[in-house]
């Protein structure tokens, strides 16, 4: 009789094992008390990754529902965030936050930026809201300061929009310079002044811990 060696299994490769080609379980359970059987149970199960049982054949309903459901769901995301433009031609479009003074607790409200031919927009989009609306022609002029979080990033942009009835509107777009360039364009279209006033909003020193320059 030739010597053979034990080979270990871990939990990873049996766990790996299941994933890719799966495993079935046919067993009988039956539960007893002070030796009275109560309770049968008898399995059958398999246990696989979904991608392993959608190549076998199995579950491929299933996958095509909730990809359709997802396509539906983005869509219909989609539909409502456009239904948020009232119409108007969206153009530049970056991720940005608000910052909401009102209530209990003052914070940054993140949502998706948008310039479009008749104002701008920022709304968010779970749950569905429009946050910010500001026309063209309800523009004064902007503030810029530049601040930082934490001590170990980069100083980036916090935009002011300043309004014809004296309220501000503090942004932070991800792409502060490209977003004063679509805004210029549009008023420069419109013959409308676009310049950088003085403007008394600023962040709380706990958001905005270092401010380089104001423009």
């Not at 053979?4 to 990873?12: A, F, H, K, N, S």
């Not at 309770?39 to 299933?62: F, N, V």
């Not at 539909?79 to 009102?102: D, K, M, R, V």
């Not at 310039?115 to 910010?132: F, K, W, Y």
Request: with cysteine.
């Amino acid at each position: 009789m030739e010597a053979t060696r034990e080979r270990r299994t871990t939990l990873v490769d049996l766990l790996d094992r299941i994933l890719d080609k799966g495993a079935v379980i046919d067993a009988d359970v039956i539960i007893t008390v002070s030796g009275v059987p109560l309770i049968g149970l008898k399995l059958r199960a398999m246990l696989a990754s979904i991608e392993t049982m959608i190549q076998y054949g199995m579950w491929a309903d299933w996958d095509r529902a909730i990809r359709a459901a997802a396509s539906e769901e983005e869509k219909r995301k989609i539909a409502q965030a456009n239904a948020l433009l009232q119409g108007e031609t969206p153009g530049f479009q970056c991720a940005a936050s608000y910052w909401q003074s009102s209530g209990a607790c003052p914070a940054w409200t993140y949502g998706t930026l948008t310039i479009t031919d008749a104002a701008i927009r920022l709304h968010r989009r779970e749950p569905l809201a429009c946050l910010v609306a500001v026309r063209f022609e309800d523009l004064a002029g902007y503030s810029l300061e530049y601040g930082t979080i934490s001590a170990a990033a980069e100083p980036t942009g916090y935009l002011h929009l300043v309004l014809t009835d004296g309220s501000v509107s503090s942004l932070h777009p991800d792409a502060t310079e490209q977003v004063i360039s679509g805004i210029g364009a549009e008023m420069n279209r419109r013959k409308l002044r676009w310049v950088p006033v003085e403007c008394h909003a600023r962040m709380p020193e706990n958001y905005r811990r270092c401010v380089a320059k104001e423009i």
